[in-house]
């Protein structure tokens, strides 16, 4: 059964590749853009699956988050640490 995949991220460097980027999360199943760089995506990937293979075309001072909605499943590379913190201290399981 698929899972529904919310994706954004942030390329922090001036001329990094957003096609390579765009073409991994189109890779990961059924998608729709949503905004300039927030994705849904129906896919077989978990969240963690999905932020990995994504995170292949990206440098390490990038920014990704990625939330399986239907398993209430996050997660991400490189977000503020207090946003981080926050995230695990609040997340509804």
Do not use: C
């Amino acid at each position: 059964m698929a899972n529904n995949l919310h994706i954004t991220y942030d390329l922090q460097r001036y001329g990094q590749n957003y096609p390579k980027v765009s073409e991994r999360i189109k890779q990961l199943g059924n998608w729709a853009k949503v905004t300039e760089s927030f994705w849904y995506v129906q896919s077989n990937y978990t969240a963690e699956q999905a932020a990995q293979y994504v995170w292949g075309a990206m440098d390490a001072n990038d920014k990704l988050y990625v939330v399986d909605s239907k398993n209430n499943t996050a997660f991400w590379y490189n977000i503020d640490p207090v946003a981080s913190e926050a995230i695990k201290a609040r997340w509804q399981y």
